[in-house]
């Protein structure tokens, strides 16, 4: 199996989301793994597109039987990955993204250490409650809170294998397609995907 299964956090507001879905628009060979999650959606939001809508009751139920490669409570909503839809595409050769804190890339690891993990972190603080004050969806008090959990999630940025601060977002879009690319690129990928083009070089 040569596909690979990407981590990748950030704080809120860092524009983790939107480096992802430009990545995954230019690249065919990567998708993102669609969370279970207790929350209400959002204006715009699709069910089975952006997350899986379920009921704290479903959630729990799936917890007992297994069925997540991770699960956590972020602010009052409870997230998790399916364990049997990320197996299957990686089997399939296909690379996975999952977007998810530093909480849930501990446990993922413990399940596939050979897992990457990539942090985004904004330029500044400033910045960082710029965007969020500029979503124009939260009170001050929710603003705030992000900002604290901001924090908190930033301080485990070294528990990851690459680091890409997105301020101009169409460089932060090139560094991290060049991580995807730098991986593919690897000797044993290599290697099976053209043996028989280095065998017939060598013959």
Do not use: C
Request: charged share 25%; aromatic share 8%.
């Amino acid at each position: 199996m040569f596909a690979t299964l990407y981590i990748i956090a950030a704080p809120s507001g860092a524009g983790k989301t939107s480096l992802v879905k430009a990545l995954v628009g230019r690249d065919n060979r990567v998708m993102v793994s669609v969370s279970h999650t207790t929350r209400a959606p959002r204006e715009g939001e699709v069910d089975g597109g952006d997350y899986n809508f379920t009921t704290p009751e479903t959630f729990r139920q799936m917890v007992e039987a297994g069925q997540f490669l991770e699960h956590a409570q972020v602010f009052d909503n409870f997230y998790g990955t399916s364990r049997e839809w990320v197996e299957q595409r990686l089997a399939e050769g296909t690379d996975v993204i999952l977007e998810i804190d530093w909480q849930g890339a501990r446990l993922v690891r413990e399940a596939f250490a050979e897992a990457v993990g990539i942090f985004i972190l904004p330029p500044s603080r400033q910045a960082l409650e710029a965007r969020l004050r500029g979503r124009g969806q939260d009170s001050k008090e929710i603003i705030a809170r992000r900002m604290r959990d901001a924090i908190s999630e930033i301080s485990h940025y070294d528990e990851f294998d690459y680091l890409i601060v997105n301020d101009d977002f169409d460089t932060a879009l090139g560094e991290l397609a060049s991580v995807i690319l730098a991986r593919r690129q690897r000797l044993e990928v290599q290697k099976s995907v053209h043996q028989a083009m280095i065998t017939d070089l060598l013959a």
